[in-house]
């Protein structure tokens, strides 16, 4: 009786010693995520619309002895995400290989982006940052071309209404052909994107003086040389098929009637993301 006695109590003692060992893990568990959580709201850096960040390499100057950061600029922040787009065009990249009906979906340029940007330009903590994203692929509201399904990207092209939406108003809209200017969308190409016969206009100052200064484009973007980039929107430039795409033009031109044949080499490539804040 009284070694049963002992058992009993050990066995009580011990249920006691284990509860209290899973409750303080319990506790400390919650302790450490309620700091982790207040630290990473306190600590994480501050990020504003128009800021460059850099994150990933890929090779820019043409020399070829290592790859160079890419830089990006913040066009969107939010709660939990920022929105990115490279500040510089990377390099041509055609948006399908064959000139006949494809949306975003199907389009070659989304592999692309996926296999050479995604996949081999970032380490794997910088992937880890870098979110996988329901994208809305609506009809060209010009022409009424298909934009094809929603797409699941980690890389992606801007759409019109996003380039629209976070690049700011065009400063002058013509209607009738839907598209007009906005200097912030003019974008130089790198030097290796150069090489690869990326579109490279200068704005010169004759030009300016006789187009762009009526549009409050700053005289800054005088001798910039700008890249025609691409947008993820098909447009129609036959009837019998989308065999186009939409894209900014070197001056900052864009609009849903403005773009390019799907085969041409010359257009750049200037990737988009969202990374987690």
Sequence with gaps: MEQNKKKKIVLIISLIVATITVFLCIFGVIVFLLVRSIWTKTHRPEYHVGDTIKMGKYEQDGIFNKKEDIEWIVLSVEEDRILV???Y???TVQYNLESNDVTWETSFIRMWLDENIYKRAFTRKEK??????TLHNPDNSYDGAEGGNDTEDHVFCLSIEEAEKYFGDYDTYIADENY???QKMICEPTEYAIEKSASNVPISEANYYELYYSLNYSP???GVKGATWWLRDPILFYEEGYDAACTVEYDGT???SMGSFTVEESCSVRPAMYLKY
């Design 128 to 133: 880890d940052r870098i979110l996988l994203v």
């Design 85 to 87: 787009v490279s500040k």
């Design 89 to 91: 065009a990377l390099d």
């Design 220 to 222: 800054d973007v005088i």
């Design 180 to 182: 007009g200017y906005n």
């Design 254 to 256: 864009a609009g849903p």
